[in-house]
């Protein structure tokens, strides 16, 4: 019997700062795990409208020379949905990461 801990996608996401409606995602990561393997992989940098902060380059080690060149949020977003398909999600810091995640999935359509 296949239950929710077999399949689901484990995410986490690095940010500018703490507050979803003002902090931007910096970078998706992802595995999808399935009868408990790991299947897949997802990994992209997103580049912020704004420079990355000082601290938050020291927390995550993502500077904004990483970021120079990254996709939109927009086109991560829209793969990593793809990626998710209709698996459940899992994250270490659910509310956090969840909220962010939400906040993207509107501003993105």
């Given at each position: 019997?296949?239950?929710i801990?077999?399949?689901?996608?484990?995410?986490?996401?690095?940010?500018?700062?703490?507050?979803?409606?003002?902090?931007?995602?910096?970078?998706?990561?992802?595995?999808?795990?399935?009868?408990?393997?790991?299947?897949?992989?997802?990994?992209?940098?997103?580049?912020?409208?704004?420079?990355?902060?000082?601290?938050i380059?020291?927390?995550?080690?993502?500077?904004?020379?990483?970021?120079?060149?990254?996709?939109?949020?927009?086109?991560?977003?829209?793969?990593f949905?793809?990626?998710?398909?209709?698996?459940?999600?899992?994250?270490?810091?659910?509310?956090?990461?969840?909220?962010?995640?939400?906040?993207?999935?509107?501003?993105?359509?």
């Open positions: 019997m296949q239950t801990f077999d399949n689901f996608v484990a995410f986490d996401l690095e940010t500018t700062g703490l507050d979803r409606t003002t902090d931007e995602i910096i970078e998706i990561g992802a595995v999808r795990v399935e009868n408990g393997e790991i299947k897949d992989v997802f990994s992209t940098l997103v580049k912020p409208t704004r420079p990355i902060p000082t601290f380059t020291t927390l995550t080690g993502i500077t904004n020379e990483d970021v120079k060149d990254a996709r939109g949020l927009k086109d991560a977003i829209d793969d949905a793809g990626f998710i398909g209709d698996s459940p999600l899992w994250a270490h810091n659910a509310s956090f990461d969840a909220g962010f995640l939400d906040t993207a999935f509107i501003e993105c359509g």
